[in-house]
């Protein structure tokens, strides 16, 4: 964009952007059914983009040229576009607001490297693909000698586009890494979950490297998680999610409902039953895509969770606890471990806090014990969705959850954007069933 057209686009409404963003799919395909913002009817109109001054950054390796994020408008009436994925966390923020609280996130990104490159993997159909380096290697020293530049070049251009790294280390698989992205608000954090992608494939472009998110590239590999850390904090900065030196001093809350949550307040329990209260219903939040079902199949042994279940401190579980006596007061938070490395930073952002604020104001109880008190077979135990139909059906039914606290237009409008994905995988003819039908069947 010239500096003439971005000037008078900051100074006035914004600009016009072609709606088809919000009407067709990753690749470029509209949707199966006809959705609400941008369709065939209305020609696949404008939508007014308005420039968010206060998202500003320089991307270091492209000269420092000024970049910033937009949020969308209703060219008519001028309100937002209720799926803009920034707008809705917007919502979710301002609705926690209301009620004294900010909201704080942190990211965790596991995620596969390639020797390949965009046009080697199309000459080869995505196939044979080689990874970055052989083997298990979690916590290398080793490993990241092998590809030194490219594994430097994330964390520090990271840190020169404004997304300050906490940890960057190899994890275990064939060319993974981890990045776990510095803790700050809620929006702040989906902006830099979403750009991290950003940097990560631009360096991989010129290393020779293509990262991937895909949540479960092979079938009997580990997958790629998104692991989610939450919390809450008030106009004092205190972590409305942690429990009073004397409550600690004592041993824990005294009106704790399990002692798994001694050493998280009653607003923590609240929030924490609100999630595991609507969480069937708003999975395809968490896992958009039809691969990311195939990393919960694995349950336990891929390290995904697909019950809905919580603990103190376990890695079993879908939402684990991270409170004293592990760490301090201050840092009490959850980490919600069902999203993929594939989701949307600000749809499962918002999906997670959306239903904490509904748990704290509806003051709901937890309905079942924590993990360490249940067997697998358990009857209590609920299992989420293991495929994105099933996940998008409960979605969107009219009793949903996710309709009481998203509303109708945004849950009609994104169960129809995954509706189409669930279509394109039905009308697919797979690697495998040609194998296994081509010449027996």
């Known amino acids: 964009m010239s500096k003439e057209k971005f000037l008078s686009a900051a100074s006035s ?34 939508v007014i983009a308005s420039i968010d001054l206060s998202t500003f950054r320089r991307i270091p390796w492209e000269g420092n040229v000024p970049f910033f994020l937009v949020s969308f408008f209703d060219p008519d009436t001028k309100k937002p576009i209720i799926v803009d994925p920034r707008g809705i966390l917007k919502i979710i923020a301002d609705r926690a607001a209301a009620i004294g609280y900010e909201c704080f996130a942190g990211v965790e990104y596991e995620y596969f490297n390639f020797k390949e490159t965009p046009q080697a993997l199309a000459d080869k159909g995505f196939h044979n693909l080689q990874p970055l380096t052989p083997g298990m290697h979690g916590y290398s020293l ?83 998680p998104r692991h989610v850390h939450v919390s809450l904090k008030d106009a004092a900065d205190k972590n409305i999610f942690s429990v009073s030196d004397s409550e600690i001093q004592n041993g824990g809350r005294a009106d704790a409902a399990y002692d798994d949550t001694k050493f998280i307040s009653q607003e923590a329990e609240w929030f924490l039953a609100g999630i595991l209260d609507g969480i069937s219903d708003i999975m395809p939040m968490f896992v958009p895509t039809i691969n990311g079902y195939r990393r919960l199949l694995g349950g336990e042994a891929f390290w995904a969770p697909n019950s809905i279940t919580y603990g103190y401190d376990s890695r079993a579980a879908s939402i684990r606890i991270i409170s004293p006596p592990s760490v301090p007061p201050a840092a009490t938070r959850f980490e919600v471990r069902v999203p993929g490395a594939d989701m949307n930073p600000y749809f499962s952002l918002s ?91």
């Open 142 to 224: 080793l490993r990241p000698q092998l590809n030194n530049q490219y594994f430097h070049e994330i964390f520090d251009k990271s840190l020169e586009f404004e997304i300050p790294v906490e940890g960057h280390h190899t994890e275990t698989g064939p060319g993974v890494f981890e990045t776990a992205l510095a803790y700050t608000s809620a929006l702040r954090m989906a902006d830099n979950a979403i750009l991290f992608k950003f940097v990560a494939k631009s360096m991989g472009m010129k290393n020779g490297v293509l990262p991937s998110f895909m949540a479960k590239p092979w079938e009997n590999v580990r997958t790629s």
């Open 351 to 441: 999906a997670i806090f959306g239903l904490g604020i509904r748990g704290i104001n509806k003051k709901l109880s937890l309905l079942l014990p924590p993990i360490t008190q249940v067997t697998p077979g358990d009857k209590k135990v609920k299992k989420l969705a293991t495929s994105l139909e099933a996940a998008t059906e409960r979605m969107m039914l009219p009793e949903s959850v996710a309709r009481e606290v998203f509303g109708n237009e945004f849950v009609d409008h994104y169960g129809g954007t995954r509706e189409h994905e669930v279509d394109r995988w039905n009308r697919a003819v797979t690697d495998w069933e040609i194998a296994r039908y081509l010449e027996l069947a």
């Open 13 to 46: 409404d914004g600009f016009g952007f072609c709606s088809v963003i919000f009407g067709w799919d990753m690749h470029d395909t509209p949707y199966t059914k006809e959705l609400s913002i941008s369709n065939r009817a209305n020609g696949f109109r404008d």
